[in-house]
Structure formats: structure tokens, C-alpha cells
């Protein structure tokens, strides 16, 4: 079956991959037409053609092709479809309800945290991400590693701090200057090298959800599929910002065999992949998706008291 799933992944034209797709089908299942239709099958990976954890999930179950990971998970197509060509306007945001998905790094790498405003009369959600890196070496890393961190960086995409080591004072400050402009309902976070930051912004009020990258109930799994349903709904404005958009097209996803999957780097021996924007966008995604935002406002405050 192996050489059949490298066929599919080169995503032959679809007469080639229907042939194909029936050649695996009444391979793997001789039962075929009577504990599974093999319409339903074939249906399926035609489908799953453009949507890779959904062709590794059939490829897995009922054609016994393991696989470890998937190829891109979101494709530029299908990002870009979501919103992107509407830019974001933050004056608009101001005073706005949001979340908070914390994705700390390495001290060399790139940490990201991202803001999620919830959808309005059925508009679409919105992503505001922030990124940091060192400053130290930035132009040697942009050359070594081919990718613009140095012009990403003059252009107010990425935040450089101080130094060879990323500097979390520096993203603390970031996080409390938006929340005097956002109101931030809850700061979602991956525990990993998070427990000094999360400890200081707990002392300044905020609410802190722990998010694990795992399948776990309560672990970043439920999180990534309704990403993934709200870009396909084009409910998702993300402005095209052009690191967040890199990040998508390294991010790769794993499943567990029962229709939970989570964000991965494709090859993590090539270090320069980086995901953390993504892994943040779905963290403060599901937790605004969660606690879903109505309008609070006191009657008292909007029209006063009255005296009868």
C-alpha cells in the first residue's frame, strides 16, 4: 500500500487518483459492498485529497496504510480564502472582548502570543498575533535559515528583544499594554518553560487556562479541528500576516487513530520550521469559541436610572 499512498500524495489529476483510489479500495477490503460501501470510500479520499488529516484517516482505517503525519495542513489556497484580503483595523478593536493564545519558544526561537476577538452578527472572528525573537544574529538566522525574520522585523511583524536570548519581560509588557486597549478575558498557554510569566500575569488579575499540546480532554486536540472548520467556513480573519502565514505552510498535523489530530513542525531536524503563531491562533480561537462573549453591559450603565 505504501507506494499507493506516495501516488496520492503527488496529487495526480483526479481521472489518475479516481483509478487509483479503486485499485486501493478493492485491495484492502475484499468485503467491499458489504461491511462498508465502496462509493462512501472512494467519496471520501476524492475529498480528502485537498484535506490531508482526512485522507490519513481513512488511509489508516480502511486501507490499511499507517501513517505518521500528514503533509501541510492548511494549504495557502485555503488560508487565503479566510479573510485575508480584509485588513484588520485596530482602532475598531479598541475596547473589544478577546482571548489570549500563549505559545512560549526556546530563548533563540520565536515565541508568539495571539489575540482572538470573537465574531459580531455573524462576521468572522479575528486574529491579531504578536511575535518575538532575539535580536542578536537576527541577519545571520534570515540567511541561514531563508526566511525574512530581518524584514519581517523592519516592517513591525516581529518584536526584537535585547540580546541572544528571547526576552519574556519584553512579551509580559506587550500582554499588559493590549490589555489597556483590549479587554482580555482569559490568556490560554502551553505550560511549557510558561511557569514564571503565567505566575506574574496571574498576579496582575488575568485568567490563565492551561492548554496542553495533547490529546487529552482539555488538551489542544478539540481546539485544532474547530480551527480548521472555521477557516473552511471562511469565518476567519487573519489580515495575511505574512509570518502567520509562513507558519501555516510548516505546520503539518499527527493523529491518534480516533479523529483527534494536533499541529506539528513537519521535520523537526529541520530546526528553522516554526508553528508557534499557529499553535497560539487555535488556543485563544477555542477558548473565545468557549466562553462565546455576550454583551455584559449593565442596562444602569448604558441608559441610567430611572425614577418613577
Not at 503525519?69 to 472582548?97: C, F, M, P, T
Not at 503539518?252 to 529541520?270: F, H, M
Request: hydrophobic content about 35%; overall charge negative.
Amino acid at each position: 500500500m505504501s507506494e499507493y499512498k506516495e501516488k496520492l500524495n503527488k496529487n495526480e489529476d483526479v481521472s489518475k487518483q479516481e483509478e487509483l483510489i479503486n485499485k486501493i479500495i478493492f485491495q484492502a477490503n475484499p468485503n467491499i459492498n458489504v461491511s462498508v460501501k465502496d462509493s462512501y470510500l472512494k467519496s471520501r479520499l476524492l475529498e480528502g485529497l485537498d484535506k490531508p488529516i482526512q485522507r490519513t484517516d481513512i488511509l489508516t482505517k480502511n486501507l490499511n496504510v499507517w501513517t505518521q503525519a500528514s503533509e501541510v495542513w492548511i494549504s495557502s489556497d485555503r488560508w487565503l480564502k479566510s479573510y485575508s484580503h480584509q485588513n484588520i483595523n485596530i482602532n475598531e478593536l479598541k475596547g473589544r472582548k478577546a482571548c489570549i493564545g500563549l505559545d512560549l519558544a526556546t530563548t533563540r526561537d520565536i515565541a508568539a502570543y495571539v489575540l482572538c476577538f470573537d465574531s459580531i452578527d455573524n462576521g468572522p472572528y479575528i486574529l491579531l498575533p504578536r511575535f518575538f525573537m532575539p535580536q542578536e544574529n537576527i541577519r545571520q538566522r534570515s540567511k541561514e535559515d531563508r526566511v525574512p525574520y530581518e524584514l519581517w522585523a523592519s516592517q513591525g511583524l516581529i518584536t526584537l528583544t535585547s540580546g541572544d536570548i528571547i526576552d519574556f519581560d519584553v512579551i509580559e509588557s506587550s500582554i499588559l499594554n493590549d490589555a489597556a486597549y483590549f479587554e482580555i478575558i482569559e490568556i490560554a498557554y502551553d505550560p511549557w518553560k510558561a511557569i514564571e510569566i503565567v505566575t506574574h500575569l496571574e498576579s496582575e488579575g488575568f485568567k490563565m487556562e492551561q492548554v496542553r499540546q495533547s490529546f487529552a480532554v482539555g488538551g489542544l486536540s478539540e481546539g485544532t479541528s474547530l480551527f480548521e472548520k472555521t477557516i473552511d467556513e471562511r469565518k476567519l480573519l487573519h489580515g495575511n500576516n505574512a509570518v502567520l502565514n509562513w507558519m501555516i505552510s510548516c505546520c503539518e498535523v499527527k493523529t491518534d487513530g480516533r479523529d483527534n489530530y494536533l499541529p506539528v513542525k513537519p521535520d523537526r531536524r529541520r530546526s528553522y520550521k516554526r508553528i508557534d503563531g499557529v499553535v497560539a491562533s487555535i488556543m485563544a480561537l477555542h477558548r473565545v469559541i468557549k466562553n462565546h462573549f455576550e454583551d455584559t453591559t449593565s442596562i444602569y450603565e448604558s441608559e441610567g436610572v430611572f425614577t418613577l
